[in-house]
């Protein structure tokens, strides 16, 4: 709707009268709805001075993401995310990257109490070792299961491959299957995933990691769930060994499925013909 305002009747409205002591006239911002404005100032575009949102300037780290409660992942963060990071309190940053973050970073860290854990460099005991080695996720996941190190974040250089291949490990250790966990670092990684990362996660040994004493409650919480959906499985698996043959037809596949498979899927996902993906032999940079 177009509202037409009597500019001159405005002026009387906002004069104030003869008789008015100093005390009584009110400027003409407090007397009327809004201030008059000129023209230049009307057709202008109006933005808050820079101080105004100064303290609400919060930019995550490039490739940042929630992995579970008080774990996070990005790449290597700038100075432009030290405000956003304050807001996490993290106590724990491991870096899975062969090299140190820059100066500015490191003294960020200390100053917010935020242990730094070089274990990129702790397991990097020759120039010929791979960026992504069974150490390499042993050492890094006994602190991310380590409830005491919460909250965390985990950092690489681009924190796409190194980070990925760990979020995938640990996302076997949760039992998701193959497709989500390759759909998970691929939104990380594209447009060039690495099909190495992927055959890792696909025949990472969940048993050599070691869960600490004191695991994250989400980690228990998902551990409890799925023993009871493997009791579940071995009831039903029980009453179907019990089962008549013609019985057994009336419930198919439940007879011949193992544990193992359902729980996981059958068969690798990853070949050397997959063409989805793309391998190479180049660092995490």
Request: aromatic share 8%; proline share 8%.
């Amino acid at each position: 709707f177009l509202i037409i305002f009597d500019a001159d009747r405005l002026s009387e409205l906002s004069r104030p009268t003869a008789n008015a002591t100093d005390d009584e006239r009110v400027p003409p911002s407090q007397s009327l709805p809004f201030a008059p404005m000129r023209h230049s100032e009307r057709n202008a575009t109006w933005s808050p001075g820079a101080h105004a949102y100064h303290a609400l300037e919060w930019v995550p780290p490039d490739k940042f993401g929630h992995v579970e409660m008080q774990v996070y992942r990005s790449s290597f963060p700038s100075p432009a995310s030290f405000e956003y990071l304050k807001l996490l309190r993290l106590r724990t940053v491991v870096n899975l990257s062969q090299e140190l973050p820059m100066r500015a970073v490191v003294s960020f860290f200390e100053e917010a109490g935020a242990e730094l854990c070089n274990v990129g460099l702790k397991v990097w005991t020759h120039p010929r070792c791979p960026p992504i080695s069974l150490e390499l996720v042993k050492t890094a996941m006994a602190l991310i299961l380590d409830r005491s190190c919460h909250p965390m974040l985990i950092v690489s250089a681009s924190g796409t491959h190194q980070v990925g291949a760990i979020v995938g490990c640990l996302r076997r250790l949760q039992r998701w299957n193959l497709v989500s966990i390759f759909d998970e670092y691929r939104s990380f990684a594209m447009p060039s995933p690495r099909l190495a990362v992927e055959q890792f996660i696909e025949l990472f040994d969940e048993d050599l990691v070691t869960v600490p004493p004191s695991p994250p409650a989400w980690f228990e919480a998902q551990q409890k769930q799925l023993q009871a959906d493997a009791a579940m499985w071995r009831q039903l698996e029980s009453d179907a060994v019990r089962r008549n043959a013609e019985a057994a037809d009336d419930v198919p596949g439940v007879a011949g499925m193992t544990l193992r498979e359902y729980f996981c899927v059958s068969g690798p996902l990853v070949c050397s013909g997959t063409t989805t993906a793309i391998a190479d032999d180049d660092d995490d940079n």
